[in-house]
């Protein structure tokens, strides 16, 4: 009886498949790597940072960014086929379901049967509800919104029989967060050796090739913040180099007309000779007039940057000069401005995280 218990306990249960990787970042105090000057380069050269692996593994862990992977593979939907005791989830269904409802209004777990004779006629049950619907016909379901059934290009061949089950499938709309939270539990990401900069991930899933493309997936939308960030502080940063320079090509404009001018009205007959021994003297005295004259605009142009309290970029790290308690500050305040962008993407402007990062960035300001 305990063999044959055995046997039906590991025919039945469904296994589950463990997908790792492994993710290299650059950091400064460990050496440079092969990704040397790539993507995965630290905000450090703008910002002033040097990399934390520490960092990048609570990056990778946060709720949102798994988020946005169950948003790209449309993880909230999944197809089972019927077997004769149990369902098996399945990655190849003939076919699709597009739900054309925003996701995140999804509120309940919906499950619902899909029995298909041909690739036209379809028949939908689930609780409270059933439809015989056309292939790629706008229908509303209860409890979900408007969707259409659509057929899978990947599926090459239906295989449906008359009599058999092949023309089953069973499809679940689970909500966004209890997928997210689901996946996360998943999910792990950790360093396993302190002196090297890579990460381990692993995530566990009955479905392998699943497993991989959420694991491919999370670090995809992991890169490409990385470069949004990046892109963000290079923006204003070259916003503010182009700025300073329109007003130092004027600035030097004038002092070359100035001093044409002083040359005429002096008569001086051989320019070059004796104007080398004034330029001499005066060459470190005009160098150090003109580092603090530089270093006084642009503090001016921080503070009237600052005083237009709509003015939600973030600060260029390129006027923070040598002052460690400003540049400090100012990378304080540029992380509170990209944190507040990311929560608006999923948060709206009254939701108290939000204002919370609203006070204390006003309060930085």
């Known amino acids: 009886l305990m063999v044959f218990a055995g046997w039906l306990y590991l025919r039945y249960t469904t296994p589950v498949y463990k997908t790792s ?8 105090k460990k050496g440079g790597s092969a990704f040397a000057g790539g993507v995965f380069d630290d905000l450090g050269g703008m910002m002033g940072l040097k990399s934390s692996v520490d960092n990048e593994v609570e990056i ?4 949102d960014l798994m988020r946005e992977v169950v948003g790209v593979l449309d993880a909230h939907i999944t197809y089972k086929s019927k077997g004769r005791i149990k369902e098996n989830e399945t990655l190849d269904p003939p076919f699709l379901m597009q739900v054309i409802t925003p996701i995140d209004s999804i509120q309940h777990t919906v499950e619902m049967t899909l029995r298909f004779d041909n690739e036209q006629e379809l028949s939908v049950r689930g609780e409270g509800f059933e439809l015989n619907v056309q292939a790629d016909e706008l229908v509303s379901i209860p409890k979900l919104g408007y969707v259409r059934f ?5 599926y090459d061949k239906l295989g449906i029989l008359p009599d058999g089950k092949s023309n089953t499938l069973i499809i679940e709309v689970r909500p966004t967060a209890s997928q997210t939270a689901s996946f996360m539990n998943n999910l792990s990401v950790g360093v396993t050796n302190k002196q090297t900069s890579t990460i381990d991930l692993s995530f566990d899933y009955p479905l392998p090739r699943k497993g991989e493309q959420i694991l491919r997936t999370l670090i995809d939308r992991y890169i490409a913040r990385t470069l949004e960030d990046k892109n963000t502080i290079a923006d204003s940063t070259l916003a503010f180099i182009d700025n300073r320079l329109h007003f130092v090509g004027q600035e030097l404009g004038m002092a070359e007309e100035r001093i044409q001018t002083f040359k005429q009205e002096s008569q001086l007959a051989d320019i070059s000779a004796q104007s080398q021994i004034l330029i ?9 007039l003109a580092a603090v004259e530089s270093q006084l605009l642009m503090i001016d142009e921080v503070a009237r940057y600052l005083a237009d309290t709509r003015n939600l970029r973030v600060v260029p790290t390129t006027i923070s000069g040598s002052d460690p ?4 500050l100012v990378q304080n305040y540029n992380k509170l401005l990209l ?3 990311r929560q608006l993407m999923t948060q709206t402007e009254d939701h108290p995280f939000v204002k919370n990062l609203d006070q204390q960035i006003a309060s930085l300001r």
């Open 280 to 288: 001499e003297n005066a060459s470190q005295y005009a160098k150090d």
């Open 339 to 341: 944190d507040r962008e």
């Open 325 to 328: 308690t400003f540049s400090a």
């Open 150 to 154: 659509v057929k899978n290009g990947e």
């Open 21 to 28: 990787a492994k993710l290299l970042v650059v950091d400064e």
């Open 60 to 63: 990778l862990k946060t709720y």
